[in-house]
């Protein structure tokens, strides 16, 4: 049983993935606020005078608290299957003990 879970849930693989994907995640997502507020100070300063309009600002402004509303959400979420994760983890645990207890009690009952 001990292998069918290692084999199957391979959790310590699963959540080292975890934290690969959520540390890929935030420098895209940072790297991406950046993009995105370089290419609108680039669009909005190609004016007559190379001055930024307070309206192009208004709008950068709105797409960054956007953007920084996704990025809360999807930390909230990533931490949520974390703990779901570790939960299992924890689980995993408890039946190994449990086999392990399962095993001894069998052996002592064969032996008698």
Avoid: W
């Amino acid at each position: 049983m001990k292998r069918n879970l290692n084999s199957k849930y391979n959790l310590p693989a699963v959540l080292e993935s975890i934290s690969t994907q959520q540390s890929k995640f935030k420098n895209s997502m940072s790297f991406f606020e950046e993009f995105t507020c370089e290419s609108s100070i680039h669009s909005a300063s190609n004016t007559s005078n190379g001055t930024i309009p307070n309206t192009q600002l208004s709008k950068i402004k709105q797409n960054l608290e956007q953007i920084k509303f996704i990025i809360v959400k999807m930390q909230k979420k990533l931490e949520r299957v974390e703990d779901f994760f570790e939960q299992i983890n924890q689980n995993v645990e408890v039946l190994k003990r449990n086999s392990k207890r399962i095993i001894i009690k069998i052996q002592q009952n064969q032996s008698l």
